[in-house]
């Protein structure tokens, strides 16, 4: 990590991770703990040199040297990190920069990086095998443990990506109804399916660009648009087209806009909406699942629907995802009715392992309390250092997800995000990555912490975004 222009300090961060038969963060056993030195004549400056000799390599290997566009820091400038390694709270890169991670693999890493607990169980995984491509008894053991978590969930069914989960959710929604047509909503965005890739939010927004070219207009033309907490053109959407809607999907939190909560008298509404109509409402808990509470969005906000997708968490960063449902819709998924859907790596013995664990520790007393409580006093300290320093910026939390955009606010939806000032944001990104905090490298991506990060990272933290807001 770069030091503190002009000061001369320096720190090294020691891990000691928490006994894993016993995680309690409400105790906050899980200590990152801070050894500051003093040097008046030894500094560490702050170099790229490493990830600029290997991203310029990797430009002539992958399209834009990236495997997921976000990660060429389009939209922030500056030069694309190349990392080595991590450990709970932290991350490393290969010029041995350290930083602060509030990205955590983007949601999968709640209860830290490299899990002591979770990484010995998947070596003893890995000696059985890698891959069966047949059914295992820890596909029986996680989805117990999924379906007496979330309300929505009497089936599941195991995949390998928050996409393709979102895929077989909406052929399941549309062959259950017998209707064609979808409502999806401006900024949340449901994975790169076709039909998926209008007014997607984050991953096009990064770019610039308000669709994907390759798309067909005919895998389109059955999704309709709204925008987020707009009950009134929900509605309107029904009205025109009824008889005619099998599903309304969304991020209950979006989390690819920015991080953007639902008023009070939407998710509610909406439900009745769905149900009046005769269409199955989808929550996408891919990010928020087991990170708002551990049965997800649809807990928190009390709100039931019919299909439910999920990812990240409950493969413990390893490839996932899973959608399920009521019992009577999953059943028609083959081979126990005739919706087709299939996967080779489907329900692999490591990510049910690593889901396993995750989950496990996550039902440990205090954990979405210390979540909480952590994310609070960082967001707060962040927007309190910005408008000191007379920035507009605006922001907020549930749990271990959260988000800040530079704009006044309020922000309700994803028209509301585009009003922030996305070049101040590079700037402060860029500043934040030399004071060793890794955030999200777009202004329209939400943050995560985990059960791994401890007060002194969240003050840390804060106290180098007050610098880098006096600089902006």
């Not at 909406?170 to 900024?187: H, M, N, S, V």
């Not at 920015?258 to 929550?283: A, V």
């Not at 690593?354 to 039902?363: P, W």
Request: hydrophobic share 40%; net charge negative.
């Amino acid at each position: 990590m770069a030091s503190v222009a002009g000061v001369g300090l320096s720190w090294r961060s020691n891990l000691s991770v928490c006994p894993s038969s016993k995680p309690s963060p409400s105790q906050a056993n899980c200590r990152v703990s801070s050894v500051v030195k003093m040097s008046v004549s030894v500094e560490k400056s702050f170099t790229l040199q490493k990830s600029e000799e290997i991203f310029n390599a990797a430009k002539e290997l992958m399209p834009g040297g990236v495997n997921s566009p976000v990660r060429a820091f389009r939209s922030v400038g500056g030069q694309p990190i190349v990392f080595d390694s991590v450990k709970g709270s932290r991350m490393w890169d290969v010029d041995s920069n350290e930083y602060i991670d509030y990205v955590g693999s983007w949601g999968p890493a709640i209860i830290g990086h490299a899990d002591d607990k979770v990484n010995s169980e998947l070596i003893e995984t890995l000696k059985k095998g890698t891959s069966f491509g047949a059914p295992c008894l820890l596909e029986n053991v996680l989805a117990e443990m999924v379906i007496e978590a979330v309300p929505s969930i009497e089936m599941v069914r195991f995949v390998n990506s928050g996409t393709e989960a979102c895929m077989g959710a909406i052929r399941l929604a549309r062959a259950f109804t017998g209707r064609q047509k979808i409502i999806k909503f401006e900024g949340c965005y449901h994975g790169h399916a076709d039909s998926f890739l209008v007014k997607a939010g984050s991953g096009v927004a990064t770019l610039g660009l308000p669709d994907s070219p390759g798309v067909p207009k005919a895998a389109t033309s059955e999704t309709l648009t709204s925008p987020f907490n707009d009950l009134e053109t929900v509605k309107s959407l029904f009205e025109a087209h009824q008889g005619e809607i099998a599903a309304v999907i969304l991020e209950a939190v979006v989390g690819n806009a920015g991080f953007i909560t639902p008023k009070p008298d939407f998710l509610s509404p909406l439900r009745e909406i769905t149900r009046e109509h005769g269409s199955l409402l989808i929550f996408d808990e891919v990010m928020t699942g087991f990170r708002l509470a551990y049965g997800g969005a649809q807990e928190y906000f009390a709100v039931k629907p019919d299909l439910t997708t999920l990812g990240k968490i409950i493969g413990g960063g390893l490839p996932v995802g899973a959608y399920g449902g009521r019992r009577d819709i999953m059943e028609m998924v083959a081979p126990a009715g005739p919706m087709y859907q299939a996967g080779t790596l489907s329900g692999n013995p490591l990510a049910m392992t690593a889901g396993i664990h995750t989950l496990r520790r996550l039902k440990s007393s205090g954990c979405y309390e210390y979540l909480d409580k952590i994310t609070g006093d960082l967001v707060n300290g962040l927007l309190e250092a910005g408008r000191d320093a007379g920035h507009e910026i605006s922001g907020g939390f549930i749990r271990g997800m959260f988000g800040f955009f530079f704009t006044e606010g309020p922000v309700y939806n994803f028209e509301d995000a585009k009003k922030s000032d996305t070049a101040k944001f590079g700037r402060f990104y860029r500043g934040m990555l030399e004071e060793g905090v890794y955030f999200a490298p777009s202004q329209f991506e939400a943050g995560f912490t985990s059960l791994a990060h401890t007060a002194q990272d969240i003050e840390q933290t804060v106290e180098a975004a007050k610098r880098v807001f006096r600089r902006l």
